[in-house]
């Protein structure tokens, strides 16, 4: 036997990766906008997607992925209630979504009628951030009872982020949420990022993230998405 | 928890380079993992022996080559790394940074044994 070391240099999301690329090919043949929602437990996530159909499901058909750990219906069974279409995907304990679950959820929904399909991924502010699920884009949800300090906590997840919701700023009054030192952590690991602070609960600063994410849909209807 | 998705990814890799190289053994697999890359834990190895063991790489060991992410501040020029959490300058306290690396996570070399070929 002789031992021999041999370059690979190989990423180990590669083949997550291309599986990605394919959902986000079918996601562009039908022309529906895809958002991959993050947040940690308790953010908002399923009451932001419900306050979006709300908003904008006279006009728009969206569809909905919902992940979870457990084989649990109620966050589904809300969407459901909205009256839009939703898949549950469970992961069987896993702490994200990747992008070969992401396709079969994807082959549930009724692409050809819809015009933006949101996944509510795994709550969790690690994992998620590593795999690609063939999304157009990635939208965090922070909330400020979560603490100002979560951008320097939990760098990775920022960083691949198109948009940033700072929900329950309906708390602000109660919370001490330093906006100005958050906002500076946001800003070393992904400058520019477009920001959206809002209250799902009052409905202040909804209209901002509305206006955003239908100028989306109207882009990738167009073919200019 | 991710590490056994993780696992089963990297064993996907190591296979697939091992057998375009007429391996008969791995004996070791060389991962490059940055501070702002994801996630993985020392642990890696209990998932891994699980995961090869009745593969050529049963019995490898997996080395880890930690990279800590590299800023540089836009204020001042300084270039300084970040171990653990994210910190603005050291040197002007400036938040206005420009990440140059950190962000590795590759299967960068495996070792590997072959058959001696028979000649006799």
Redesign the interface.
């Known amino acids: 036997?002789?031992?021999?070391?041999?370059?690979?240099?190989?990423?180990?999301?590669?083949?997550?990766d291309k599986m990605a690329m394919l959902n986000r090919q079918l996601l562009n043949s039908n022309h529906v906008f895809a958002i991959n929602l993050m947040a940690s437990p308790g953010a908002g996530k399923t009451s932001f997607i419900l306050q979006t159909i709300k908003n904008l499901g006279s006009r728009y058909k969206i569809g909905v992925i919902e992940g979870d750990t457990a084989p649990v219906t109620i966050d589904a069974d809300k969407i459901s209630a909205a009256g839009m279409p939703a898949v549950q995907i469970n992961t069987g304990g896993?702490?994200?979504l990747?992008a070969a679950m992401m396709s079969d959820g994807l082959a549930q929904l009724p692409l050809q009628e819809l015009d933006l399909v949101i996944v509510e991924n795994v709550g969790n502010l690690?994992?998620p951030?590593?795999?690609d699920l063939g999304t157009h884009v990635n939208v965090l949800i922070a909330s400020v009872p979560e603490g100002d300090d979560k951008?320097?906590?939990y760098?990775?997840i920022y960083?691949g982020l198109k948009v940033l919701i700072i929900n329950k700023t309906d708390l602000s009054p109660y919370i001490d949420f330093n906006m100005d030192y958050f906002r500076?952590?946001v800003?070393?690991?992904n400058p520019g990022l477009i920001t959206f602070p809002l209250s799902c609960k009052t409905g202040e600063g909804l209209d901002a993230w509305l206006e955003w994410v239908e100028a989306q849909i109207n882009a990738i209807k167009t073919g200019n998405g | 928890?991710?590490e056994?998705?993780?696992t089963e990814?990297?064993l996907?890799?190591?296979l697939s380079?091992?057998a375009q190289?007429n391996?008969?053994?791995v004996?070791d697999v060389y991962?490059v993992i940055g501070?702002?890359?994801?996630?993985v834990d020392d642990s890696v190895q209990f998932y891994w022996d699980f995961v090869s063991e009745n593969s050529i790489c049963a019995g490898s060991k997996l080395h880890f080559d930690r990279k800590p992410?590299v800023?540089k501040c836009l204020d001042c020029d300084e270039e300084y790394t970040i171990e653990s959490?994210?910190?603005?300058c050291p040197s002007c306290h400036s938040?206005?940074?420009n990440?140059l690396s950190g962000?590795e996570?590759?299967?960068?070399?495996?070792?590997?044994?072959?058959?001696?070929e028979n000649t006799i």
Request: proline share 5%; with cysteine; glycine share 2%.
């Open positions: 036997m002789s031992a021999i070391r041999v370059p690979v240099v190989e990423k180990i999301f590669s083949t997550n896993d702490c994200h990747d690690i994992c951030a590593a795999w951008p320097y906590k760098p990775n960083r500076q952590g800003e070393m690991l | 928890m991710h056994l998705s993780v990814n990297i996907n890799i190591v380079n091992a190289s391996a008969a053994k004996t991962l501070r702002l890359s994801s996630i992410a800023l959490d994210l910190l603005p938040y206005r940074t990440i962000e996570f590759y299967v960068d070399s495996i070792e590997i044994e072959k058959e001696l």
